[in-house]
C-alpha cells in the first residue's frame, strides 16, 4: 500500500474548488519561447520531505512515518516508494538528496558507501521511463558528531579524510543516477571563537578540499556544476561562506570561480541581511550563478524555518533576475521547504508543494511578463545613458588618467545635481504585474 493512496496526480485546473489542483502551474504553458516546466525545473527534496520528523528546539518527533526511524535498507528501501510516488503525483522533472537522507549509516565507513550504493540501484530503474532527475546530490558533513568542529575545516586530519571518502562515493552516486550538479553545502564550516580556531589554516584547508572535488569531477565525468550554498550563522557563529559576495572572494582567492558556482537559498539570504533577489542579482553580475533553493523565513523568529514560499511579490523579483540572466543552465528551483510540525497528513505534505509550485509560476510569468514589457529596464538604462556618451565611457574603458578626468571636470565647470531614483514608482509599476 503506498503512503499516498487515493491521492491523485495533479492536474492544472484554474477553475477548480478543491485544494490539489494547480491554479497557476500549466507545466506546457509556453512563456518567453520555453515551457513553464523548463523554466523552473522543479524539484523535491529528500530530506525534508522523507527524513525530518517534525521536531523543534522543544519538542521530538511529531510526524509518523512507516519509514521512520529510517535505520535500516527496508526501511530506506519503503521511503523510496513513497518519495517516488510522490514525484509522480507532482510531476515534478527532479529531486535532491543528501547521501543520509536515503540510506542508513552503517557500521562503518565501507558500510556506510556500500549502503549508498546499494540503494541507489534500487533508485536507478524507478527514474527510467520518464520518472524524474537528480537535480543534484550532496554529502551529509554536518549531522554527525564527529563535524561537531567542522568537516574540511575541521582541526583532525582524519576528519578531513573521512569527508574525503564520503564525497566521493555521492558524487559518483550523483553520477550513477544521471545527476545534473553536485553541492557542498558546508553546514559545520565555520566556527564559534577565534580563541580555538587558526582561520587562514581553515580556509586553506577548505580550498584545498573544494579543488580537489573539482578535479575529481573532470575524473569521474560529473557533466554539471559544483555548487557551493552561501549561508550565515548556520549553525556556528561565524560561517565561512556567509553570502554570495564572500564565497566569491573565497573562490578566487582559490582560482575556482570558474569552476564553482552557488546554490542560493531564499532563507539564507534573508538571514545574510539581504534580498534574495540581491544574492541572485550578485551571483548573475560575478558569473556564479547556478541554482536556487525556494524557501521562505518566518521573519519574526530571526532563524531559518525553511517555510513552503507563498509571497508572489517576493518570489516575482527572484525570478526577475534569473530570467534577466538568462534562466537556468543546469540549475533549477529545488524546495528546501518543509511542513509545519502540525501538518501531520499525507495530504499536506502534496498540498505544500502544490501550492508552493503555484506560487512560483505565477512568480515566475509575472517576472516574463516585465521583462518582456521592458519598462523596468527601460528606466534602468535611461539612469545609466549617460555613461554610454563617449567621453564619459572613456573613463572606465580608456586611457584616461584621474589627472586628465579631473581637469576635465575642472576645466568644464561640472555642478552635477542629484536626480530622482523614482523608487516610489519603480515599486508602482511592479505592482502593475504581481
Same mark, same amino acid.
Given at each position: ?154 582541526? #583532525?586530519? @582524519?576528519? /578531513? ?5 564520503? *564525497?566521493?562515493? +555521492? ?6 543516477? =544521471? &545527476? ?123 532563524? #531559518?524555518? @525553511?517555510? /513552503? ?5 517576493? *518570489?516575482?523579483? +527572484? ?6 540572466? =538568462? &534562466? ?107
Amino acid at each position: 500500500m503506498s503512503y499516498f493512496d487515493g491521492i491523485d496526480p495533479i492536474r492544472f485546473d484554474p477553475d477548480g474548488d478543491g485544494d490539489l489542483a494547480f491554479r497557476h502551474y500549466d507545466a506546457d504553458r509556453v512563456v518567453m519561447g520555453k515551457p513553464l516546466r523548463d523554466h523552473l525545473r522543479f524539484a523535491v527534496c529528500w530530506w525534508h520531505s522523507f527524513v525530518w520528523e517534525g521536531g523543534d528546539p522543544f519538542g521530538g518527533q511529531t510526524f509518523q512515518r512507516p519509514w521512520f526511524p529510517g535505520d535500516t535498507m527496508d526501511l530506506a528501501r519503503q521511503r523510496v516508494d513513497a518519495a517516488f510516488d510522490l514525484f509522480r503525483i507532482l510531476g515534478v522533472p527532479f529531486y535532491a538528496f543528501h547521501d543520509h537522507d536515503i540510506r542508513p549509516q552503517g557500521a562503518s565507513l565501507a558500510e556506510s558507501n556500500a549502503r549508498l550504493d546499494e540503494i541507489t540501484d534500487y533508485m536507478g530503474p524507478k527514474m527510467e521511463g520518464g520518472g524524474p532527475g537528480l537535480l543534484w546530490g550532496t554529502a551529509n558533513m554536518f549531522s554527525d558528531r564527529r563535524y561537531m568542529s567542522g568537516a574540511a575545516t575541521n582541526p #583532525d586530519p @582524519d576528519v /578531513f579524510a573521512y569527508c574525503a571518502s564520503i *564525497v566521493r562515493a +555521492a558524487m559518483g552516486a550523483t553520477v550513477k543516477l =544521471g &545527476g545534473v550538479n553536485y553541492v557542498l553545502w558546508g553546514g559545520r564550516e565555520g566556527y564559534e571563537t577565534l580563541l580555538n580556531t587558526d582561520m587562514d589554516r581553515e580556509l586553506q584547508q577548505m580550498g584545498r578540499f573544494l579543488s580537489m572535488v573539482v578535479e575529481h569531477k573532470h575524473r569521474i565525468g560529473l557533466k554539471g556544476d559544483i555548487l557551493i550554498e552561501p549561508k550565515p550563522q548556520e549553525p556556528t557563529k561565524h560561517q565561512y561562506d556567509h553570502d554570495v559576495a564572500t564565497v566569491y572572494g573565497f573562490l578566487k582567492r582559490f582560482g575556482l570561480e570558474g569552476e564553482v558556482k552557488v546554490n542560493i537559498e531564499q532563507g539564507h539570504a534573508i538571514l545574510a541581511g539581504h534580498s534574495f533577489e540581491h544574492e541572485i542579482a550578485t551571483a548573475n553580475a560575478l558569473g556564479i550563478f547556478g541554482s536556487i533553493d525556494m524557501n521562505r523565513n518566518d521573519y519574526q523568529s530571526g532563524w #531559518d524555518t @525553511d517555510q /513552503f514560499p507563498n509571497n508572489v511579490p517576493e *518570489v516575482a523579483m +527572484a525570478y526577475y533576475e534569473i530570467l534577466r540572466g =538568462g &534562466g537556468f543552465a543546469n540549475g533549477g528551483t529545488n524546495f528546501d521547504a518543509k511542513l509545519r510540525r502540525q501538518s501531520l497528513d499525507p495530504v499536506d505534505l502534496v498540498a505544500a508543494h502544490v501550492g508552493a509550485m503555484d506560487v512560483c509560476a505565477r512568480g515566475l510569468m509575472a517576472a516574463a511578463a516585465m521583462l518582456e514589457d521592458g519598462a523596468l529596464e527601460r528606466r534602468r538604462e535611461a539612469r545609466y545613458a549617460k555613461w554610454d556618451e563617449a567621453e564619459n565611457a572613456a573613463m572606465l574603458h580608456g586611457d584616461a588618467t584621474l589627472d586628465a578626468i579631473a581637469d576635465r571636470a575642472e576645466g568644464a565647470g561640472l555642478d552635477p545635481q542629484p536626480v530622482s531614483g523614482g523608487q516610489e514608482r519603480l515599486e508602482n509599476l511592479v505592482n502593475r504585474y504581481v
